[in-house]
């Protein structure tokens, strides 16, 4: 079946706009994961949701930082008023249910604010 | 910080020569996965070693885990050219499956 889908794969944006990144997890799992990759940081959790509820948001850097979740599919991350230091790639991964489960990523979504 | 720490940060072996990556964490874990990532894109599910397991095999893969050291080892072997990647621990603290990742380790297979 198909895996996790992620877009856009690109974003290149001005610092001050708003973007949204979209992601498609695999049908039936209930669990979806956002986690951000950057240079400095390395691998680091945002925000995890166990069908639309969202249980932790600890790792959301800052409230221009939102995410949610739909119809206990497709989740949005929005990051508002972006700035240079928001560059990364944006990784989605859901699983069957939350804990204990393999963890499928997406390809990732590049953001670049300039 | 909860973050594993990775060693070493790079490795740069023959084909045909076993590879050795060592990971560390800090606090008590419902499970360690490990990951590989080509070209700094998705992340790949390699294999998934629970608290309760000391040693898990896949294909030419080997994962130890030592719960009294905190630390895990993955064994890649017989390498091969296609292995060149980065491989990434993580762990799952009984936090809603949510996964804290070490900082990876380069590895170079040269033909």
């Known amino acids: 079946g198909a895996g996790v889908s992620q877009s856009p794969s690109n974003k290149v944006t001005e610092k001050g706009k708003d973007v949204e990144l979209r992601c498609d997890p695999i049908?039936?799992?209930?669990?979806l994961y956002w986690y951000r990759q950057s240079l400095g940081q390395g691998l680091e959790f945002l925000i995890y949701f166990q069908g639309n509820s969202a249980p932790d948001k600890s790792g959301l850097p800052s409230d221009r930082f939102s995410a949610e979740r739909t119809g206990g599919s497709v989740s949005t991350l929005t990051i508002q008023r972006t700035q240079q230091e928001d560059s990364a790639v944006y990784l989605c991964?859901?699983?069957?249910?939350?804990?204990?489960?393999?963890?499928?990523f997406g390809p990732g979504t590049r953001l670049t604010v300039l | 910080s909860q973050q594993g720490e990775e060693d070493p940060q790079a490795l740069s072996i023959q084909e045909g020569e076993n590879a050795t990556m060592n990971c560390s964490y800090k606090t008590s874990i419902n499970n360690l996965q490990w990951y590989r990532q080509n070209s700094g894109r998705g992340l790949v599910h390699l294999i998934l070693i629970r608290s309760n397991e000391r040693e898990k095999h896949s294909g030419r893969l080997r994962v130890t885990l030592d719960t009294s050291k905190k630390s895990s080892s993955l064994l890649i072997t017989a390498s091969r050219a296609a292995d060149t990647a980065s491989y990434f621990c993580?762990?799952?603290?009984?936090?809603?499956?949510?996964?804290?990742f070490g900082q990876g380790t380069e590895l170079s297979v040269k033909p």
């Open positions: 993580a762990t799952d603290h009984n936090q809603g499956g949510k996964l804290i």
């Open positions: 049908s039936g799992h209930t669990a």
């Open positions: 991964a859901s699983s069957m249910t939350s804990g204990s489960d393999e963890q499928f």
